[in-house]
């Protein structure tokens, strides 16, 4: 059975770090994007950043860009979500995902069909 389990969040102070783990089983992983989505109460899921299969490529969204790093290690099956410069507007439940589709990369939610549970995310002003 596929899985995704995140890890790592918690409250931290504006301006801190945290970083988000993100362990995959029950599939190879290693040709597929993977990515990281947040919700914030009464707010829709939006997209936070993906990783190529290889790891070679990461996209961000505009509002974590230069404070959020992803990175990948595939005889791991891990992901992990690097975030800093941490603002209170970063609060959110954060979810990796795994594409649907081996090689393609996707923003889309719908072009993802694994999820994780979430993790929690507070930054406190």
């Known amino acids: 059975q596929e899985q995704l389990v995140e890890s790592g969040g918690g409250l931290v102070q504006t301006g801190g770090s945290l970083r988000l783990s993100c362990a995959a089983s029950g599939r190879d992983f290693s040709t597929y994007t993977m990515g990281w989505f947040r919700q914030a109460p009464g707010k829709e899921r939006e997209f936070v950043g993906l990783?190529?299969?290889?790891?070679?490529?990461?996209y961000y969204a505009d509002s974590v860009k230069g404070r959020f790093t992803i990175s990948r290690d595939n005889a791991k099956n891990t992901v992990d979500l690097q975030m800093s410069s941490l603002k209170p507007e970063d609060t959110a439940t954060y979810y990796c995902a795994v594409a649907a589709t081996p090689y393609e990369v996707a923003r889309a939610i719908g072009r993802y069909d694994v999820w994780g549970q979430g993790t929690q995310v507070t930054v406190s002003s």
């Open positions: 990783i190529t299969w290889t790891g070679s490529s990461t």
